[in-house]
């Protein structure tokens, strides 16, 4: 079942109208409108430190109508993952230009035994679907990040996060989505465990892949085009 990201009480109901009101006012110029399913969630609390690092180098700004483009494409991808994954999270957060991207983690999907990078087929049955939702959306740019609990040393996490990455990307290029697609695949190690996480040594919540899609350049040329700016 897709599940929300743990939010405090007092913020439940800002956080539901927020994202059905204006779905990614946190987005900035990257926003759409209308995204709101179960799995869906807007990134209004702190910023994500990898989605804000990720994004084509496009050398100007970005004007509004362009990111309202790039916002609306990125809900479409939004909703078909929350409806087709079935155990996605699903968050719209921003990218280093300032628009709409997507991030996808997952329930008991892609999580990862004790020093392992091997897929369950629980995780390999919820990337066959996901890997219809990337053909679906060749022009978006993916970017597969991997991860470790606090066991073990550094190097032993570095690679094997890096491993559990590139397994991810290799079981959706068996699926037919193509190499291109990848544009950094990244092993984090241990230094980025997940919110409410972070004091815990052998912690199965940190032994995870995230995936991050976003607009490549040549998305943010067309929607400039289509936009007149």
Same mark, same amino acid.
């Given at each position: &079942?897709?599940?929300? /990201?743990?939010?405090?009480?007092?913020?439940? &109901?800002?956080?539901? @109208?927020?994202?059905?009101?204006?779905?990614?006012? *946190?987005?900035?110029?990257? #926003?759409?409108?209308?995204?709101? $399913?179960?799995?869906?969630?807007?990134?209004?609390?702190?910023?994500?430190?990898?989605?804000?690092?990720?994004?084509?180098?496009?050398? #100007?700004?970005?004007?509004?109508?362009?990111?309202?483009?790039?916002?609306?494409? +990125?809900?479409?991808?939004?909703?078909?993952?929350?409806?087709?994954?079935?155990?996605? /999270?699903? !968050? !719209?957060?921003?990218?280093?230009?300032? $628009?709409? +991207?997507?991030? @996808?983690?997952?329930?008991?999907?892609?999580?990862?035994?004790?020093?392992?990078?091997?897929?369950?087929?629980?995780?390999?049955?919820?990337?066959?679907?996901?890997?219809? @939702?990337?053909?679906?959306?060749?022009?978006?740019?993916?970017?597969? *990040?991997?991860?470790?609990?606090?066991?073990?040393?550094?190097?032993?996490?570095?690679?094997?996060?890096?491993?559990?990455?590139?397994?991810? @990307?290799? *079981?959706?290029?068996?699926?037919?989505?193509?190499?291109?697609?990848?544009?950094?695949?990244?092993? +984090?190690?241990?230094?980025?465990?997940?919110?409410?996480?972070?004091?815990?040594?052998?912690?199965?919540?940190?032994?995870?892949? !995230?995936?991050?899609? *976003?607009?490549?350049?040549? &998305?943010?040329?067309?929607?400039?085009?289509?936009?007149? !700016?």
């Amino acid at each position: &079942m897709k599940h929300l /990201k743990s939010i405090t009480a007092g913020l439940c &109901m800002l956080t539901l @109208v927020g994202c059905a009101t204006k779905q990614g006012t *946190y987005a900035g110029i990257g #926003a759409g409108g209308g995204a709101v $399913l179960g799995g869906i969630i807007g990134n209004i609390i702190g910023k994500d430190s990898k989605a804000t690092a990720i994004g084509a180098a496009i050398g #100007a700004a970005v004007g509004s109508g362009t990111g309202a483009i790039i916002g609306h494409h +990125m809900d479409k991808v939004a909703r078909e993952t929350a409806a087709q994954v079935q155990n996605a /999270k699903v !968050e !719209e957060v921003t990218d280093a230009n300032g $628009l709409k +991207m997507v991030k @996808v983690s997952f329930d008991s999907g892609i999580l990862f035994a004790l020093n392992s990078s091997t897929l369950s087929n629980a995780s390999k049955n919820d990337l066959a679907q996901f890997a219809n @939702v990337l053909k679906n959306n060749s022009d978006c740019s993916v970017n597969v *990040y991997g991860h470790t609990d606090k066991t073990g040393t550094d190097e032993i996490n570095n690679r094997l996060s890096l491993q559990r990455a590139q397994s991810v @990307v290799n *079981y959706l290029q068996s699926n037919g989505v193509p190499s291109t697609q990848f544009k950094d695949i990244k092993g +984090m190690g241990s230094k980025d465990p997940v919110a409410g996480h972070e004091n815990t040594i052998e912690d199965e919540a940190n032994r995870r892949v !995230e995936i991050y899609i *976003y607009a490549s350049e040549n &998305m943010i040329n067309a929607a400039k085009k289509q936009a007149g !700016e």
